[in-house]
């Protein structure tokens, strides 16, 4: 939390990970960010990890620092009431973001009829409207058939990945889309609709990296090679301990210290001789890679990870532990409020337990204490009266009436 | 590309991923961004995917519409200049993006004395100022022993991700925070330094999701389940044409489409019956995943691609055909300039193939033609004349004393 954009309100009609999350990156820069759900809350409201009484950690993860409205969404009065939040006047209100098919009176045109200068930032599945989903576009990606030992050796099997990237960059993307238009209108004046497709933002990033170029201009595509970095040295090794880690040789620098702090760089260089490459270029280390692996692993293999750590303190060895999740938590000083990045946090409805804030330090807004998700409709009565101004008579006629929710019936 | 940030200046001074991304999208909308690069070119200047002469596919893709100056920054001389051009006046100016360790006269201090409201943003390793990367901060994170299988049948071996996940967020984070400090410079006059560190971005997202807590509160953490879906049913299946397709039921609406669509609506009813889960949950699918993958992997078996995508369209079964990089880009639609997404570029050093532009298209900023990514240097004298105000006489003497570089000699 900061407090940089404390003057913009934001309402968020979402789900899953790409909205909320470019929703929750504003409210951890400070802007005021309502989120509306259906009473009862949206698709996401139970995703798993959920604790043992089955409230979502993964909700409470994407939703901190938001304020919740539980509306009857598909009621004409409830989406009325929709509307009117996310129109509301005030210089910095009229912001819509959202990763859902829009309903009736909130989409771009309704919107825009009751204010103007709205702007109203979408993320679709695919560009004609046809559903897609973070699964279905990594399938499409290519990425899952170069991942782990997809090739040859796996059979030509797909490799998902599990960290949602495509929803994630969506997400991003759609933060810094917001503050595009939010910029543009704050200097003419003029709203507008900022659509992205998740497909899009897929085929972006593979073309970015080279790799639509690679098989147009060359004809071919880069095959799957399990765990080793494409291009120049990066493998994974067994310690003595049982553990695996990663070492990394990008530079020539990094690859020099890889010499000196395993006592290995004569052997290393003969390698060179031996396979006939430089292995100061990366392409050279690439082309090595199996012959320079023989000598660290069996290295690795000789030493615990204490000890491996010990003899790369210090030596400008690029290189990690792998860690599951529980010795991410458990051991990791990083992953604890040891780091500023994370607050011991109360969390409704879970308990108390260390969540991360924004990963970004802004001098001129500092870090402020992290806040949790809200309860689903915990703001209900209060958006209605600060926002819309309805009176405790008419909030209450709209709870009686099912049209509105507060946090224990919501 | 389109105009949207026109009036901005922004000055990079980045290798590999993350900062080339986040200046690369301020550029895609409009602003000006020179990447300034050592001579003969940054650590990633030949990075793969390269084409058969050795230029960069991966940098021509991440760097974009931007404009290139090649200075000896090794040397006193060409680091003034490099300060000098990071620091030149102007409102829309003094912003500088950064993935490296910062050179002398470049950190934010000595940027700060030479303008006093200039933007920092600074991507780093670790918060401790140590190295880490895409590759460590993964291996790091908990996601590699749960991705593909990993778990009990796949003996613990982790599988890192292709796809440089945290270093795309990580450049979209900075892009964010670019635009919320520029915000912020604009109404006070104040400029500041931004830093994020890549395993902190990380973290945080590990964190969003859930996972740190799932730890906490519940002494857990998610299994490798494979491609399944965690908490709701997803999985892959072969085709008749040896062909594999993911198939997902995130919603109700989802999972009863793929009854109709397949005509196994009675049968997986009774999955539930025998299974004693309600499949309208998500729950409920998740545990009865290996009933209902055994009915739908006899009927994908039985036919191809081309049937399966026959008998779903119009559906509303959510699912994809995993694609490998090359069948995406020769088979899928998306992936041309069909979509507006790609126009075929005219890259120099490489020729003309499609490129991806941004994926956001601003209604009031319509998109524009694509840009290829400049030659290394191919604007030094350009930017040394327009931006310092050099003579051609000075230019000439910074080129010939070796501390700027065009194009030829880059």
């Known amino acids: 939390m900061n407090r940089l954009l404390q003057d913009l309100r934001i309402v968020e009609f979402s789900a899953f990970v790409a909205a909320p999350l470019g929703g929750m990156t504003m409210a951890q820069c400070g802007a005021e960010v309502i989120r509306i759900d259906p009473i009862g809350g949206a698709i996401d409201h139970n995703r798993w990890p959920v604790s043992d009484s089955g409230a979502s950690l993964y909700w409470a993860g994407l939703n901190k620092a938001k304020r919740s409205v539980a509306l009857a969404l598909d009621k004409p009065e409830g989406r009325e009431l929709a509307q009117a939040i996310a129109t509301a006047p005030g210089p910095g209100g009229g912001i819509v973001l959202t990763n859902l098919p829009p309903l009736t009176g909130l989409d771009y045109g309704s919107l825009k009829a009751k204010r103007e200068d709205v702007i109203l930032l979408r993320l679709i599945g695919n560009r004609d409207g046809s559903a897609a989903v973070d699964y279905t576009v990594n399938a499409a990606s290519g990425f899952p058939l170069v991942t782990g030992n997809s090739g040859a050796g796996g059979g030509g099997l797909p490799v998902n990945h599990v960290l949602p990237a495509?929803?994630?960059?969506?997400?991003?993307?759609?933060?810094?889309?917001?503050?595009?238009?939010?910029?543009?209108?704050?200097?003419?004046?003029?709203?507008?609709?900022?659509?992205?497709?998740?497909?899009?933002?897929?085929?972006?990033?593979?073309?970015?990296?080279?790799?639509?170029?690679?098989?147009?201009?060359?004809?071919?595509?880069?095959?799957?090679?399990?765990?080793?970095?494409?291009?120049?040295?990066?493998?994974?090794?067994?310690?003595?301990?049982?553990?695996?880690?990663?070492?990394?040789?990008?530079?020539?620098?990094?690859?020099?210290?890889?010499?000196?702090?395993?006592?290995?760089?004569?052997?290393?260089?003969?390698?060179?001789?031996?396979?006939?490459?430089?292995?100061?270029?990366?392409?050279?280390?690439?082309?090595?890679?199996?012959?320079?692996?023989?000598?660290?692993?069996?290295?690795c293999a000789g030493r615990t990870l204490a000890e491996i750590r010990d003899a790369f303190s210090g030596t400008g060895v690029l290189w990690g532990p792998f860690q599951s999740f529980i010795e991410l938590v458990r051991d990791d000083p990083r992953c604890s409020p040891q780091n500023p990045l994370f607050a011991d946090v109360e969390q409704p409805g879970i308990g108390r337990y260390p969540m991360p804030g924004l990963p970004l330090d802004f001098t001129a807004a500092p870090r402020e204490p992290t806040r949790p998700a809200p309860r689903l409709g915990e703001h209900t009565g209060q958006v209605l009266s600060e926002v819309l101004g309805l009176s405790a008579g008419e909030i209450a006629r709209l709870h009686g009436a099912g049209i509105a929710a507060g946090p224990n019936l919501a």
Chains 1, 2 share one sequence.
């Not at 972006?204 to 090679?225: E, K, M, Q, S, W």
């Not at 310690?239 to 702090?261: K, N």
């Open 166 to 299: 495509w929803d994630i960059a969506a997400g991003l993307y759609l933060a810094t889309a917001l503050l595009a238009a939010e910029r543009h209108r704050a200097r003419t004046g003029a709203g507008q609709e900022v659509v992205a497709a998740l497909s899009d933002v897929m085929l972006a990033t593979v073309g970015n990296l080279g790799y639509v170029g690679d098989v147009h201009v060359n004809g071919r595509a880069r095959p799957a090679i399990g765990n080793d970095l494409y291009g120049s040295f990066g493998r994974d090794f067994a310690t003595a301990d049982g553990r695996r880690i990663i070492i990394i040789a990008l530079t020539p620098r990094q690859w020099r210290a890889i010499g000196r702090a395993t006592g290995l760089a004569e052997k290393l260089a003969m390698v060179g001789t031996i396979m006939e490459v430089d292995l100061e270029t990366e392409t050279g280390r690439y082309e090595a890679r199996d012959a320079i692996a023989a000598l660290l692993a069996r290295w």
